[in-house]
């Protein structure tokens, strides 16, 4: 007989709540059971139920055996009807109270098993869930991707991309590569080509470096050439040619070093070269006649002068260009002693004689001195005009020749005897020659006919205009008394050439000829004598200006 309190109970369940879990009455009275699940599932198909136990059969009363055979139900939470609602009563209160002596008076179902909400449904569980699963993952999987190949190629981290710095300067480079953070280190090699610019890089150009931000550029520089001197041949060479030299040359000077030792090298030391360049080395070796014979006076005295020798110069009756060196003595390749002494022989200067003194303009001031000085002349005064040209007083005994600006007259500028400023270079600004009439021409006579010999004699031409003692023109007073010349001028070429042939007081007849570049005279006045040169050349060579 079903307990009406608990039937109440259950309909009033399922009018609140028709997907409600009712657990049928048991025959025990007291005890829980499960509802009919067709119930449950008509009113909720979807919703999980608990299977009913099996139904037992009939009992006996009689049949001890089969009473024993039925199974025990326990049923948790079943309370006294004594003390007031079962369990599923007590839901609607929870405070109500629980008789747990009464659990042990009941004999529960069998455990029954129940599907789990989760995998109740095998279609969702089989096709929706794991397909929304994977769909994520991989999205994540993509994203991580993405954030991973991002930072990467904008290196946040695995390192740096080394640029291309090949081509730029050093600083250029620094500049390039400092910044991102790269340690530059610098290798200088000698080259040729391409000097201060960076030829290569280590690591390549493009290399992703990873953790190591290091960077070796190596940088072009000109090649220099090596401290050598002081060395023996040998060793320079050797030296020269592992700094990239490729042509080198041996010159020889005479020195006091032991033979073979590098005296210099030219480029110098230090010098920025290339491999094709000319180098020389001078190498020292006992002192011997250098080989001059060709080359110009000046050159060859130079030449003697850097072998440590001296030099002086002989004329050669010897045909040859003017100046250039014919021979030496002692003979190029003669060892000879330190500071020795070399005679070089070079053609006489292109002279007829030393009267010849309008060609006295056409050769070097300094080939004109030894010309000279091989005639038997020697330098008795000497100086330099404010002009900047020569004086200088030669004498051979018989005649005397003054290199001067004013060669009408007599007057010195020089003091003393010494190395005669046409040594020096100083020019000739003109010529004046003195000598007995009789060394000059046996037939130079006071006359007209006298100063023609002169001319013959010192290879002038041209005669202007000619006078005497008793023609000479001149304001001036002078006392003519005891005085005899004849005195002529001519011109030849851009030249202004006078002859003065004369005696005072009965002296032996001298004659006087004096060569200037016409524009000595243009500033001259002549009025005073006539406008007649001749006689302001006589008048002033006896009388002064």
Sequence with gaps: MEDPELEGDATQAKRDDPDATVLAAPEDPDATVLADPDVTRRVDPDATVLAAPPEPAPADPDDAAANDDMPTIVVPHAVSSAEGPDGIDAMDDPYAPINDADFTRVTPYAPVSIDSPVTSNDKHHRHVRPLAVILVAVALLAAAAFVVKYTYESEYWGGKTLPDVVGKTETEARSTLSPLGFTVSVNEVPSDDNVGKVISMSPAAGT???DDLSVTITVAVARTIPSVVGQSQADAKKALYSAGAENISIAYQNSSEAEGTVLAVDPGEGSAFVSTDQ????????????DVVGLSLSDAEKAIKDA???????????KGDENEVLSTSPEAGTEVSEGSTVTLYVPAPKLSDPYHIAEYFDIDPADLDAYLAKQGYSVSSTGVFPSGNAYAVYTNGT????????????????????TSA???GKAVGGVRLQASASSVSSSAAMSSSGISSVMDACGLSNLVSSCTADTAQTTRHVDKTGLSFACGYGQQGDYVWSILIGSLNGSPTHAIVTIAPKSHYDGIDLSDYGNDLASYIAITNYYGK
């Excluded at 180098?279 to 250098?290: D, R």
């Excluded at 009408?408 to 010494?418: C, H, L, R």
């Design 422 to 424: 046409l040594a020096g």
């Design 399 to 418: 005649a005397t020749i003054t290199i001067t600006d004013y060669p009408e007259s007599a007057d010195a500028v020089g003091a003393g005897a010494g």
């Design 208 to 210: 992703r470096t990873g």
């Design 308 to 318: 440590g020798l001296t030099s002086t110069v002989s004329y050669a009756d010897e």
């Design 279 to 290: 180098i020389t080395l001078t190498v020292a070796q006992p002192f011997k006649v250098p």
